[in-house]
């Protein structure tokens, strides 16, 4: 899996004189490996971390769906966790359609988010937002006991 998260790091070479290789240090890559582990345990393919679905675009926004809210060890404040709904290609057979123009200059998003639909139905979208309302303790939040 793939675990998204924002933050700054530290690249440091690290080595002897025959081999030197890159290494980054901070407390958002250690929280990237730990969103890249969980993502077996929510058995998806790719974990966002909140402040990272803040950076997505509108159109990528509406194919996430948030899985839970957590605390991770060393921190007080609650993180979200989303997941990606990507695109299927089913419906085209595995390929992009013949008539979408992949050229960068005539294709906008909004024209391939709806050429090339999530497998999830707004119906499961829908379902799965007020499921996760009552999971995180209801309308108000006042019964999830999440520290703040």
Not at 78 to 92: I, K, Q, R, V
Not at 100 to 106: E, F, I
Not at 119 to 134: C, D, G, L, P, Y
Not at 137 to 142: L, S
Request: proline share 5%.
């Amino acid at each position: 899996g793939f675990g998204l998260h924002y933050g700054w790091a530290v690249e440091c070479a690290i080595g002897s004189h025959h081999k030197i290789d890159a290494s980054y240090l901070s407390p958002h890559v250690n929280l990237s490996s730990r969103l890249e582990a969980a993502t077996k345990q929510y058995g998806v393919p790719v974990l966002i971390s909140g402040e990272c679905h803040l950076l997505l675009p509108h159109d990528v926004k509406l194919l996430c769906r948030l899985v839970d809210r957590v605390t991770v060890k060393g921190s007080n404040t609650p993180l979200c966790l989303f997941t990606y709904d990507a695109p299927s290609l089913l419906c085209c057979h595995g390929s992009v359609p013949d008539e979408l123009d992949l050229s960068y200059d005539s294709l906008s998003m909004s024209d391939f988010w709806s050429a090339c639909q999530p497998e999830t139905s707004e119906t499961f979208r829908t379902t799965w937002a007020k499921a996760m309302v009552h999971y995180l303790g209801g309308v108000t939040g006042q019964t999830a006991n999440w520290q703040s």
